[in-house]
């Protein structure tokens, strides 16, 4: 895990700030466009004229653009925001800065990265969720746990599997099979202190280290570097969850033909 | 063969057609190698060929003298297509591989009737999906956006000092490591900095050592440059201001600069 110091006094841009969105191009195979709204920057403790800038780039790639947006006070959306120079396979994400124009030019005063778009196929409450959950083809995979770059993970369901996104929230096996495994993967990465591929001010990382702690009754040790203790500390975690969401009584009582238990 | 009848050296560009794409390519895949001629009535074919918006007149070697680099070659490129809007043409991959069938003998001369050193498709003709990685290499392409985006600073990118291999189909090591980033390649202020720091103005080529690996080498100026982007949005950066920020490795190349 990378612990930076911060020597910049650089701010991290909330996600509750901003949000952007990919539009589908109503032409086949023609490239996707983007809306942001970023009027909540305004809030941020950053120079009123501070320009913004927002960079959609595609995972796994070198590919990307960047749209001016104005400044801070002053946001204004680009007439055309067309993502025609981005690679259109791999994942599009988006990163915002906000740079000084003023007194050290250049210098990045705020900065928000690796910001997925919100996916209108998903609902406000998955969206919300610490394990947000998507559909897309896979293969002959059913699921696959999408880990890549900075982004907070998100479980992918194959879309060739009839109800396999509504039967996820309902159905304990496949709960009990598919969702163990896929946040005990997170944690690898999230309790790791050698992880040097994940940023530890993230604000997702957060996220799970205080779920991490509310399952286990007590705050996360981030200074343990024993990968022996890591590893106990995971395996405590996952069976805390698996505990609180009753897999396992929650099957025997659906296989009994009584009702569905529901979990804590 | 004259494409058009414009004048008797020029010739009308135009844009291949998918078919005429189709059919370009699998010369590439086979006849290229095996000894057939360039198959140049594709050019001029109304089903592998379409009219531009407007007439723009090119030549092959323009003053009947080859093109002495890639710089000289995007800015002529550059010159020839100003009417057109830069924006649209560049997604345009009709017109890149219509130019590339049109330049073909020289972006791959044959020495002998069997001989042709062929480099990878995607160097030749763009597809449909026009990765960034594929289309930053077309050898077209590559020269016109590159002049058409940094005006001289392109020189670090399209003078190269290689020896071997044909002037209008190698690369080098600088445009490689610099244009290979989508991020550095549209970055004004990165390409200017690399120029003043690796280009011989005088002498018209990059400064000897300038490809190499070790510190300071362009290898590590782009390193450093994605380094800097943590903190510094460099585009919004001036080529001074870039320069006073990379570190101390970079010095001698400083030193030569002023």
Redesign the interface.
């Known amino acids: 895990m990378k612990r930076r110091i911060n020597s ?1 006094d ?1 701010k991290s841009i909330n996600r509750e700030l901003i949000s952007i969105r990919l539009i589908e191009s109503e032409i086949l ?1 023609q490239p996707r466009s983007f809306t942001a709204e970023l009027g909540g920057l305004a809030e941020l403790s950053v120079p009123q004229t501070a ?1 913004v ?1 927002v ?1 959609p ?1 595609v995972t796994g ?6 749209f001016d947006f104005g400044t801070v006070s002053g946001i204004v959306t680009p007439a055309d925001t067309t993502l ?2 981005l ?3 791999g994942r599009i994400l988006f990163r915002i ?1 906000i ?3 003023s007194a050290e ?4 005063l705020a900065l928000a990265n690796a910001l997925r778009p919100i996916d209108e196929k998903v609902s406000d409450d998955d969206r919300r969720a610490i394990l947000p959950v998507r559909s897309e083809p896979l293969g002959e995979a059913v699921w696959e746990l999408d880990l890549a770059s900075q982004a907070r993970p998100e479980l992918v369901l194959n879309n060739r599997v009839p109800g396999l996104m509504d039967r996820i929230k309902t159905d304990p096996l496949l709960q009990g099979a598919i969702i163990p495994a896929a946040i005990g993967e997170i944690l690898r990465c999230v309790l790791d202190p050698e992880n040097a591929d994940i940023d530890d001010d993230l604000d997702w990382v957060q996220d799970w280290k205080r779920w991490a702690a509310d399952i286990l009754g007590r705050p996360i040790d981030d200074e343990s570097i024993d990968p022996e203790e890591v590893e106990a500390k995971r395996r405590e975690i996952m069976e805390g969850f698996a505990r609180m969401a009753r897999f396992a009584s929650r099957i025997e009582a659906v296989d009994a033909g009584g009702d569905a238990l529901p979990n804590e | 063969m004259q494409v058009g009848t414009p004048s008797p050296m020029s010739d009308v560009a135009r844009v291949l057609t998918p078919r005429g794409t189709e059919r370009f390519r699998a010369w590439l895949a086979k006849g290229a190698a095996t000894g057939e001629p360039t198959p140049r009535p594709l050019l001029i074919d109304p089903e592998c060929s379409a009219p531009l918006a407007q007439t723009i007149e090119i030549e092959a070697t323009p003053g009947e003298a080859p093109f002495a680099n890639r710089y000289d070659f995007g800015a002529y490129l550059r010159n020839k297509l100003a009417p057109l809007d830069p924006v649209e043409i ?2 345009d991959i009709g017109l890149w591989n219509w130019l590339s069938l049109y330049y073909f003998d020289l972006l791959c001369p044959s020495a002998s009737e069997r001989t042709r050193g062929l480099l990878a498709t995607e160097v030749y003709v763009l597809s ?6 594929q289309v930053f290499r077309h050898l077209v392409r590559g020269p016109w956006y590159a002049v058409r985006e940094h005006g001289e600073n392109a020189k670090v990118l399209l003078i190269h000092t290689e020896r071997s291999g044909v002037v209008l189909a190698t690369r080098g090591r600088i445009f490689e490591e610099l244009a ?4 550095i390649l ?1 970055n004004r202020t990165v390409i200017a900095t690399a120029q003043r720091l690796y280009f011989d103005g005088k002498n018209n080529r990059p400064r000897l050592g300038a490809s190499g690996y070790g510190p300071g080498s362009i290898r590590r100026f782009a390193i450093v440059v994605q380094q800097l982007e ?9 080529v001074d ?1 870039l320069l006073s920020l990379l570190p101390r490795e970079f010095s001698e190349w400083k030193a030569k600069v002023q």
């Open positions: 910049t650089r195979n320009r800038y960079e780039y790639s070198s590919s990307s653009m960047r025609a120079d690679d259109r396979d800065k740079v000084d124009g030019v250049g210098k990045i | 560049a997604r449909p999906e026009r990765k960034y990685r290979s980033r989508q991020g549209g943590l903190t510094y949005d460099t585009r919004a950066c001036s201001q």
